[in-house]
């Protein structure tokens, strides 16, 4: 459905896509998961043909994207970053004007505006103004507005940015819900836990570049890293240490304030081997915790850094 190929963005010398390569097939949810600064907007708005690109090609349900390819844009359906609706408008002119520009008959705009109504949860503010709206409700106008005319492509950039956690979650089942109707979505973010939930490939985007992609669990299955098992309230001396070091699975261990972390490359019986291994050797300890790798492992086994600022 969309092909970029080695696209390259320059904003004077600083280099914000670096040869950039991606496929997004129909029906996917598929995330652009990134730190601040990696090239997802930037990505977002080459591909809608807002911004100039200085090399690459795009393709968009299998034609070329240019500034005028209106019957592409007709299927699109755009919620960026910033909120842009007008202000003099109530939440249901805002939504009937964004929909009019592409559903001309108002019988069937009025049927479309009154279900983006229902999808985003806003029965109960119709008549209000934006600056009425807190800032979750104003992003669900904001995403209303964007699909109202049910496109079959939909961008979404960081739409949970700085909301409370009932509209995070309305807007989240609300992206999976477009996606069971039919539309294909592109969801930008940098919260990893959202991509994971909802976005059935991903892409992980750094100095913008893609420098990996898959499903949550092909990344996952890049690293070396099963496991992560954390001991409080531990007490240990060297030779404890090495023996903990040399038990099968393990790669490796760091010992800090009487607190104890054990990464192991996946088996199933990590966490078991352990315990028997510090019962065994009459060491006592307090709370233990086993963690699976996440997102930000993957990003952090990549590039030596957090996912997150
Ligand atoms: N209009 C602009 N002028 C100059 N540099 C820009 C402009 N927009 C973005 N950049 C730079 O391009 C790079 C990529 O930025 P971009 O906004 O695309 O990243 P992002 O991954 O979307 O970040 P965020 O998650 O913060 O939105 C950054 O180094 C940024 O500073």
């Excluded at 969309?2 to 963005?9: F, R, S, T, Y």
């Excluded at 496109?151 to 609300?174: F, H, M, W, Y």
């Excluded at 949550?216 to 240990?236: A, P, R, V």
């Excluded at 966490?271 to 996440?294: K, M, N, W, Y």
Aim: with cysteine; charged share 25%; proline share 3%.
């Amino acid at each position: 459905m969309i092909h970029i190929e080695n696209l390259v963005k320059r904003y004077g010398n600083n280099l914000a896509l670096d040869h950039l390569n991606l496929d997004i097939q129909e029906g996917e949810v598929f995330g652009l998961l990134g730190p601040n600064g990696s090239g997802k907007t930037t990505m977002i708005n080459c591909l809608l043909a807002l911004l100039k690109y200085d090399k690459g090609d795009i393709t968009i349900f299998g034609k070329p994207m240019r500034v005028d390819s209106y019957d592409i844009k007709q299927e699109i359906g755009i919620v960026l970053q910033n909120v842009a609706v007008f202000d003099t408008l109530t939440v249901y002119e805002n939504i009937d004007y964004f929909c009019g520009l592409y559903i001309p008959n108002k019988t069937q705009r009025k049927r479309y505006v009154e279900e983006a109504i229902e999808f985003v949860g806003l029965e109960n503010y119709v008549k209000q103004r934006p600056k009425k709206l807190s800032g979750g409700l104003l992003r669900r106008l904001n995403i209303a507005c964007g699909i109202a005319h049910k496109p079959k492509l939909i961008i979404l950039d960081e739409p949970t940015v700085a909301v409370d956690p009932q509209s995070r979650n309305n807007i989240l089942e609300g992206i999976q819900k477009l996606n069971a109707e039919g539309s294909t979505i592109i969801y930008t973010s940098h919260y990893m836990e959202e991509v994971e939930q909802i976005c059935s490939r991903i892409a992980i985007i750094d100095h913008g570049r893609v420098i990996a992609q898959g499903t949550s669990e092909e990344l996952k299955g890049l690293l070396k890293i099963g496991e992560t098992i954390k001991i409080d309230q531990i007490i240990l001396e060297e030779n404890d240490l090495a023996l903990l070091n040399s038990l099968p699975h393990v790669f490796d261990l760091t010992y800090d304030f009487q607190m104890l972390e054990i990464r192991c490359t996946g088996d199933k019986h990590n966490l078991v081997r352990i315990l028997d291994h510090l019962q065994a050797c009459d060491i006592t300890f307090g709370r233990v915790l086993s963690e699976l790798p996440t997102l930000n492992d993957v990003f952090l086994e990549i590039t030596g850094k957090q996912l997150r600022d």
